[in-house]
């Protein structure tokens, strides 16, 4: 039986390791496959699968539970952002801002600062290349016209790095650091293209863009925890 928190994965691993035990001992009889979303809630029902014939291993899927009651609003929070907790409870916003306050005391951003070099470099690759070139420079050069996934995740980055080293507040003041994220979400809503409206309009489409590459593992591996230090112990 697999039991975990919502949106955590329960059923995708049901269909993996049927997968697995399918490409290794195939069977004429198709095996029924859990349901599987990017919400919370998918699953409503404990349900059971034959996930192996050789042996024949059998699993129930159930749904998602939670702790009957989060002791504090940081857990909240946290649950919020791994998408165990619907969006529509806690808000895109809040949670995109949320995301955004832990990558800014963190300092992660600086962990990206690599690409701004790179994209330095590249500029001036392109720059001192043939004038014949001029089309594929523009086009080159558009670094906000992002046709692949990871030419977004690089731009996604290198705008939070931006902005970050160009912020000459003091992040540990709760209300500078709010200043630091209203503009990184300014600015990545052009880096997701969505059209010009009031910043109240705009936060929500870039919020919800924001979460999805953070929830899909596309900007990198995160602990929201706190760490012990191991130079205490």
């Known amino acids: 039986m697999l039991v975990g928190v919502p949106n955590v994965g329960k059923s995708a691993l049901i269909n993996s390791i049927h997968r697995i035990a399918t490409s290794r001992f195939p069977v004429k009889d198709k095996k029924k496959r859990a349901t599987v979303g990017p919400l919370p809630g998918v699953t409503q029902d404990i349900a059971g699968y034959k996930i192996a014939t050789q042996p024949s291993i059998y699993v129930l899927d159930t749904p998602g539970v939670l702790v009957p009651s989060i002791p504090d609003m940081e857990t909240g929070l946290k649950l919020a952002l791994t998408g165990a907790v619907k969006d529509s409870v806690v808000g895109e916003e809040r949670i995109a801002k949320y995301l955004l306050s832990l990558l800014n005391i963190r300092k992660t951003p600086l962990h990206w600062e690599r690409l701004l070099h790179r994209e330095e470099e590249l500029c001036e690759e392109i720059c001192s290349s043939d004038k014949k070139d001029n089309s594929l420079r523009r086009k080159r050069l558009n670094n906000s ?32 650091l709010e200043t630091l994220i ?32 953070f929830r899909s593992g596309k900007l990198g591996p995160f602990i929201l925890d706190d760490l012990p230090d191991a130079s205490e112990n």
Do not use: W
């Open 145 to 176: 016209d992002a046709v692949y996934v990871q030419d977004l995740v690089s731009e996604v980055q290198r705008t939070l790095c931006r902005t970050f080293l160009n912020f000459t507040g003091n992040t540990v003041e709760e209300s500078e």
């Open 182 to 213: 209203d503009m990184q979400l300014v600015a990545l809503r052009k880096v997701f293209r969505i059209p010009h409206k009031p910043f109240d309009e705009t936060q929500g489409p870039t919020s919800k863009k924001l979460l999805t590459l």
